[in-house]
C-alpha cells in the first residue's frame, strides 16, 4: 500500500465558451478530495496552447516530440500524473476535439495509468463520448475502469450555484469509481517500478 497520496489529474476535456464542464469539474474534485486517498490537480484544457495539427513524426513514435512552449506545463502535469479521470461532454455523438488533440500530442504520458470518466451532455450523459474515449485510450495501452459518473439533463441536475440537487446517488458512484481508479493506479505504479 502507498504511502505517499496518488496523483490523480482532472481533466476538463471542453475549452468552447459557455461550458459547463468547469462545474462539473469542480465537483468532481470536491468528491475526490472527500475521498482521501490522492493528490489531486485539476487540468482545464482552455490554458493550454493545443494545436490541432501534430507534428510530421506522432508522438507515439517520437518520446520526445517538439510541443509548442504553451503546452510545456500541461505536459509536466500529465507525465506527473498516476491516473486521469476525463470530464467530458457529448458533441454530436463523442467527445471535444480539444481533448483528442490533447491526446494526440501524448503518448508515453497515458501509458500504463488508470483513465476514468465523468461525462455530462444532454440526452447521453456523455455515454457515447465515454466509449468512444475507452478506444481510444486502449490504442494508448492505458486502462480504463469499467465504472463512471454521467449526467444526462446535466441542465436539470445542478443548481444556479453548481451544487447537485440531489447528491446521494452521483456521490455514492463517484467514490466507487474512485475506489476503482486507486486499486488500478495503486498496482500500476508498482507494476511500472518493477518494469523493465
Known sequence: MSVTPLRLAVIIGSVREGRFGTVVAAWFATQAAAHGRFEIDVIDLAEADIPLALPAVPPALEPNPERPAGMRDLTERLSAADAFVIVTPDYNYSYPASLKAVIDWHFTQWQRKPVAFVGYSGATGGLT???????????????TVREYVSFPRYYLLFGGDGQLLAPAEPEEVAQHMLDQVHWWAEALVAARAVAV
Not at 463520448?129 to 486502462?143: C, G, N, T
Request: aromatic letters at 6%.
Open 129 to 143: 463520448a465515454i466509449e468512444h474515449l475507452r478506444q481510444v485510450f486502449s490504442e494508448l495501452d492505458a486502462h
